[in-house]
């Protein structure tokens, strides 16, 4: 597609599940950045990768969350034992590194 | 750590002129960018500005001094569409390295 792709759109879920949520960069980005942001807040930096390797991951809140990117395209982000705190909307961007990152439309996680 | 300072809310009328100040705290510094975001939207890219001085885009504009760690956006000619939430956020650690983005500010433009 023409631009950054994020599964499900919606997601909602229990206290205690699991969940992952996919994204699907723009062809030939090398690199991916996962935010998660709350109403009326900015962007809260998650984790970001160079290719294949999470150049930093210092933004995952605790061990819980977790993200792969095995071939250096399509990432996921997963969430064990999600908590009502973890509610929000979670975006995907990539970038050439040219300073100019392109966001997916995002997946809104409600953890009831 | 990183930190960026941005006003919460800025309330201006149809074909005035509207500047958001940035200013950030950060290590390994190497550009500041500006992103909109509608309600219910994505972030989208505006402007970037690696290099001390004024970038012009159509009716915006961004500006940075390195030495004063600040920079702004200046948005000209304001339209009703102009109403939404503006984002600064640093790169550091080069030009591979990550991005933070501010807490936004959010325009509410009136006729």
């Known amino acids: 597609g023409a631009g950054v792709s994020q599964t499900p759109s919606n997601k909602v879920t229990e206290k205690g599940k699991y969940v992952e949520l996919r994204c699907d960069p723009i062809?030939?980005?090398?690199?991916l950045y996962w935010y998660r942001q709350s109403l009326g807040q900015g962007p809260e930096f998650l984790i970001y990768?160079?290719?294949?390797?999470?150049?930093?991951d210092s933004g995952l809140p605790n061990d819980r969350f977790f993200a792969v990117r095995p071939e250096g395209s399509v990432s996921t982000l997963k969430i064990q034992r999600t908590e009502r705190g973890d509610s929000a909307v979670y975006l995907c961007?990539?970038?050439?590194?040219?300073?100019?990152?392109?966001f997916g439309e995002g997946s809104r996680l409600t953890v009831l | 750590g990183q930190s960026l300072e941005q006003p919460s809310e800025v309330t201006a009328v149809e074909g005035a002129i509207v500047q958001i100040n940035c200013t950030y705290q950060?290590?390994?510094?190497?550009?500041l960018s500006w992103y909109q975001q509608h309600d219910g939207g994505a972030p989208t890219f505006l402007s970037y500005?690696?290099?001390?001085g004024l970038e012009e885009t159509g009716r915006f504009s961004s500006f940075l001094s390195r030495s004063d760690s600040y920079g702004y956006l200046l948005l000209q000619e304001l339209q009703m569409k102009d109403s939404a939430s503006y984002f600064c956020?640093?790169?550091?650690?080069?030009?591979?390295?990550?991005?933070?983005f501010g807490k936004g500010t959010k325009l509410s433009v009136k006729p």
């Open positions: 950060t290590s390994g510094f190497y550009g």
């Open positions: 062809s030939g980005h090398t690199a």
């Open positions: 956020a640093v790169s550091y650690g080069g030009s591979q390295g990550n991005l933070i």
């Open positions: 500005n690696a290099l001390d």
């Open positions: 990768f160079q290719g294949t390797g999470a150049a930093d």
């Open positions: 961007a990539s970038s050439m590194n040219t300073g100019e990152l392109f």
